[in-house]
């Protein structure tokens, strides 16, 4: 590992005056993404199982979703999106009312 | 969700990245639907009000409406989010790619030449500085590795997930509409030598060759990597194309050497000079009779401020330090500036062609475009923008 660069070069801009906020808001959104990752490696986990017993590792990894657990797994992320990001959205209480 | 590439030179990623690249896409797919309408509403319904009491007349400008937006959490949280996201785009696939290079690179050796293309590499070609100073996109060492064709499977791997399931199923949407259209659109037009200018991994330039089967194909790029990649990768697919390392800037072809000079999401990479430069050198190897067409994002003068300052969000925070100054300029200008005629200039809108059927496009391209604030933005309801010009 390290032949290829994994970031880009240049300052990462903050979006937040508060200090640490951007640093936090990219930890829940890797967070995030090790949560969806861990549900879609268990969904997997658990149809294996299903199918072929308990060789489940090298199972795992050569494993295709049909296109219907595609869809489930589709609809699972954007279930989990739908929820992090349920702050923003309009019907629940805003966060603060900040002026310009 | 992200395309499978359809190709041999893809390779292989773990499960867990898999999974990860699923997440992000998802995630991407949602911040440019779901958020970015949220966002408009925001804007709508608190920011603009405010703004236009404050100011004694409604914004007229896409500074104003980002200046008042930049105070707004909504429009914090939206560039976050998606700034993060276009950093897992290239985290999500890199290691995969790491650990297949020497296979990849044993593989583009194996597909050189078949189907008949090529590859021709400039090593004195100077590297422009618009990518040689800035990692566009938050592409992490874009045109690092110039002997192996890591950059052309990052940047494809990469656009795989990005596209978040809006540039189909190939990645060539842009291409196969921009081609489609001309075909539908001017069926006496029989395009023998077709030129795709910054072309990188040939995605859009096999388009081409895929609607005029008989025509023959090239297309350039400054980044050898690219190529590399882009050579094999049409030499995969089993389609013949002609990759060569040039600047579009100073073409190394004849004058009147092709009927039609492409690009897509090229010319806002470029400064203004430089895109001058490329419209005076499209007309110099266009034959008489031949097309200049471009796929790009719509011109600002087009546009809502709110909604030139959306797409204009590239610029400020996806390095894309040229994207607004050129979306600023009269596309019309630009191709008089290069030579071509007046009444030359073309400008449309098509829809998404490899999402529909063949008669639904025809109809489609019929119709005299519309611009609006959906015009070209990766979104469920997008419409492509083109613009271009004949020469006479």
């Excluded at chain 2, 999500?92 to 194996?110: D, F, R, T, W």
Aim: glycine letters at 6%; charged letters at 20%; a negative charge.
């Amino acid at each position: 590992m390290g032949l290829l660069p994994m970031e880009a070069s240049g300052r990462r801009p903050a979006f937040f005056e508060t200090p640490g906020m951007d640093q936090l808001l990219s930890m829940i959104l890797e967070l995030a993404a090790e949560l969806s990752v861990v549900r879609e490696r268990v969904f997997i986990l658990e149809a294996v199982l299903e199918r072929q017993g308990v060789t489940a590792a090298d199972a795992i990894e050569t494993y295709t979703p049909s296109a219907e657990e595609s869809a489930a797994l589709a609809q699972l992320r954007d279930d989990a999106t739908a929820n992090i990001f349920r702050t923003l959205n309009r019907e629940h209480r805003p966060v603060t009312s900040e002026p310009l | 969700m992200p395309i499978d590439l359809q190709h041999d030179m893809k390779v292989p990623h773990r499960q867990s990245a898999r999974a990860r690249q699923d997440f992000v896409s998802s995630l991407r797919a949602y911040i440019l639907n779901d958020m970015a309408a949220g966002m408009k509403s925001r804007y709508r319904e608190a920011v603009e009000p405010r703004l236009s009491a404050q100011l004694g007349r409604p914004p007229a400008t896409q500074d104003e409406v980002h200046a008042a937006m930049k105070g707004d959490l909504y429009f914090k949280f939206y560039s976050a989010v998606r700034y993060n996201a276009q950093e897992m785009v290239w985290r999500s696939v890199v290691p995969g790619i790491e650990a297949s290079l020497p296979a990849m690179q044993a593989k583009a050796e194996a597909l050189d030449g078949r189907a008949g293309g090529s590859l021709t590499l400039n090593p004195a070609l100077e590297l422009p500085a618009n990518v040689t100073s800035v990692d566009v996109h938050l592409m992490p060492g874009v045109y690092a590795a110039p002997d192996t064709p890591a950059a052309g499977a990052v940047y494809d791997n990469g656009l795989a997930v990005f596209a978040a399931g809006f540039m189909g199923r190939d990645l060539n949407d842009i291409g196969m509409s921009m081609a489609n259209y001309v075909r539908k659109r001017f069926p006496d037009f029989r395009p023998g030598n077709i030129l795709d200018c910054g072309c990188t991994v040939g995605h859009n330039t096999l388009a081409w060759a895929r609607t005029y089967p008989d025509a023959t194909v090239h297309g350039i790029d400054v980044s050898s990597s690219v190529l590399r990649y882009a050579h094999a990768r049409a030499g995969s697919l089993n389609i013949a194309a002609h990759f060569h390392q040039m600047d579009a800037t100073h073409l190394a072809f004849p004058d009147a050497s092709f009927d039609v000079v492409f690009s897509s999401m090229f010319l806002h990479e470029l400064s203004v000079k430089d895109i001058k430069h490329f419209f005076a050198e499209a007309y110099r190897v266009l034959r008489p009779g031949g097309l200049l067409i471009n796929m790009e994002l719509p011109p600002n003068q087009s546009l809502e401020p709110y909604d030139q300052f959306y797409l204009d969000w590239d610029c400020y925070y996806n390095a894309e330090p040229f994207y607004r100054a050129f979306r600023d300029q009269d596309y019309a200008g630009l191709t008089k500036a290069g030579g071509f005629p007046a009444d030359g200039f073309l400008q449309f809108t098509v829809p998404q062609y490899t999402y529909m059927d063949d008669d639904s496009f025809t109809e489609a391209v019929q119709r005299p475009p519309s611009i609006d604030g959906e015009t070209g933005r990766l979104s469920a309801t997008l419409q492509w923008f083109g613009f271009g010009a004949w020469k006479r």
